[in-house]
């Protein structure tokens, strides 16, 4: 130890001595909290906290309520922006297949017209009978007239009710 020199004794003393004070004031550091008794404080004291703090407690609650709408908002935002994307997937697919069902009906047409009348109705009994009378609508009134003739009296008297529903005026537009 005689070959130390001070600066040297010091520093080795120094880590050990800066413990034994940090160890010593253990409070030091520590955050002082009031402590209440309820065994002691009389109904007025307890009254005039709750007084106190209920604008603190009402301001929280308002800023948690005010946060939670706010991640509501978000929430609402993402599923109309999803639901728009959806949309317009569902508006270019129906101009899609109207137009492809417009170019198809007059094809359609034009097939049934030059089909031979017996041969005509029994593939048309065959048909949703929607599409079979809107085809059966779209042909000489003549010709329809001889499919009609050739089917089932059954199925031609559906196909019938409907073409006669989609003349009548107070039949309502609306599908549903």
């Known amino acids: 130890m005689t070959n130390m020199t001070l600066p040297t004794v010091a520093r080795r003393l120094v880590l050990p001595l800066a413990g034994f004070v940090m160890m010593a004031i253990p409070g030091a550091f520590a955050e002082e909290r009031p402590v209440i008794t309820t065994t002691n404080a009389s109904a007025d004291e307890i009254r005039e906290f709750c007084t106190n703090i209920a604008d ?14 706010e991640n509501l908002q978000k929430d609402v935002d993402e599923r109309i922006k999803t639901l728009e994307a959806r949309r317009a997937e569902y508006e270019d697919w129906l101009t899609r ?24 109705a029994a593939q048309l009994a065959e048909l949703n009978p929607e599409i079979a009378s809107a085809i059966v609508m779209k042909l000489p009134p003549r010709q329809s007239s001889t499919i009609l003739g050739e089917m089932p009296a059954a199925k031609a008297a559906l196909l019938t009710r409907i073409i006669a529903a989609a003349g009548d005026a107070n039949t309502s537009k609306d599908p549903s």
């Open 97 to 120: 297949r109207n137009a492809f069902l417009k170019q198809a009906e007059g094809g359609l047409v034009e097939i049934y017209r030059k089909m031979k009348p017996d041969a005509a």
């Open 56 to 69: 603190a407690a009402r301001d929280q609650r308002y800023l948690l309520q005010k946060q939670e709408l």
